[in-house]
């Protein structure tokens, strides 16, 4: 198995889909639709612009054709969306989307959890929408649970396996291995990505974290290791579903983003960019939020060399411990 070709990594921007559905103050569409905008200037590969679910169940994204009808879309830019059913694949496709991403979970109880819908009624909807779509959009499914379920706990391989190749037989282009609530560990994480790409060398993959456990880069760091070179991230680490007990936010953009330039991987994303909109994150959410590069500044920075503006070098050494 060979896997390393990621010359180019693709940074695919969720945080006003996975970031703003689990928000508990309604975030007003227009600020939406201006997140996005700028987004769409900072170089990302694609956005997820919304979710089309039950608004119910989703409150926070019931604006969802509003946004997705009104972003002015950059050429080159995919904008996806969220989508759980034929009614959301409609919604979806009458707004033109560039994506359609369906969602399920590779756990049975997570499933049903979060959509009402047992894995095999899941592929049903699966099954009609590939039929709808016919071509339309590109057509991706996110796997949630890949790497562990909040209420089953461990996911064997052989599960996902199983369901990335009922996805493949659908005609689904791209697949998204998501680890919901942030139990997977780098060597788990390698183990998953191998083994998917080595069966499915044509399949688009894309690696999907969340930081609840702190291992979030690592995550991404042995995914990359493993070949992948597709990654969702949210701005400012936002994020995390509301039917997953304990779930929390994203891989933060910005942070991945600075790891990986670090690194000196090409991703055309314009970090300086990504963390102008992170500032704006606490007064547009109204909470602080877990990105780390927007509080410390890039690992460029420089600061003076304390005591020297005032002529004498008194306190150098002081910050020290
Ligand atoms: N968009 C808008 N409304 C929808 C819809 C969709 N995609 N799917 C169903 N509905 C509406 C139905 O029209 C119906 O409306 P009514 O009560 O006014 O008649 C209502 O929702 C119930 O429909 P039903 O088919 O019974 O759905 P449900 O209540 O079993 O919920 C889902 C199923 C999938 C729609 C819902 O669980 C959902 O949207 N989940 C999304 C979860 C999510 O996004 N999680 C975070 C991402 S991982
Ligand atoms: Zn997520």
């Known amino acids: 198995m060979t896997l390393i ?15 703003f559905q689990i928000e508990p103050e309604f975030i007003p569409t227009d600020q939406k639709i201006a997140l996005i905008n700028a987004l769409s200037r900072t170089g990302v590969a694609k956005i997820e612009v919304t979710s089309f679910t039950s608004p119910k169940a989703i409150p926070g994204l019931a604006d969802a054709e509003a946004v997705m ?11 996806a969306a969220l989508v759980p059913n034929t009614r959301g694949c409609e919604r979806a496709l009458a707004c033109q989307v560039d994506e359609i991403n369906l969602v399920m979970s590779a756990s049975q109880s997570h499933n049903v959890a979060n959509l009402r819908m047992t894995p095999e009624q899941s592929l049903g909807q699966f099954s009609d929408i590939a039929k709808l779509v ?11 649970t890949t790497f562990g379920c909040p209420f089953e706990g461990e996911v064997p391989l052989s599960r996902v396996l199983d369901m990335v190749d009922r996805f493949s037989d659908l005609g689904i282009q791209g697949v998204t291995l998501c680890d919901t609530t942030g139990v997977g560990n780098p060597r788990q994480v390698k183990e998953v990505c191998l083994a998917v790409q080595d069966r499915w060398p044509a399949m688009v993959f894309t690696a999907h974290f969340h930081n609840t456990r702190g291992m979030g880069l690592a995550n991404a760091l042995a995914a990359l290791q493993a070949g992948i070179d597709r990654f969702d991230a949210s701005l400012g680490g936002l994020g995390g579903c509301p039917f997953a007990p304990g779930a929390s936010g994203n891989v933060c953009t910005e942070d ?13 994303v314009d970090l300086d960019g990504l963390l102008e909109l992170a500032k704006l994150l606490p007064d547009m959410v109204k909470h602080e939020v877990p990105g780390q590069v927007v ?3 890039p690992s460029t920075r420089r600061y003076p060399l304390p005591g020297r503006q005032g002529g004498t070098d008194q306190t150098a050494g002081s910050f020290c411990s």
Do not use: T, W
């Open 5 to 19: 070709k990621n010359s180019r990594i693709y940074i695919q921007e969720v945080s006003v889909r996975d970031g």
């Open 69 to 79: 009808c009104q972003i002015d879309r950059v050429p080159g830019v995919q904008y």
């Open 134 to 144: 016919d071509g339309n959009a590109f057509l991706n499914a996110s796997l949630s």
């Open 295 to 297: 509080k410390a500044g």
């Open 256 to 268: 991945l983003v600075h790891m990986f330039n670090a690194m000196g991987y090409d991703m055309g």
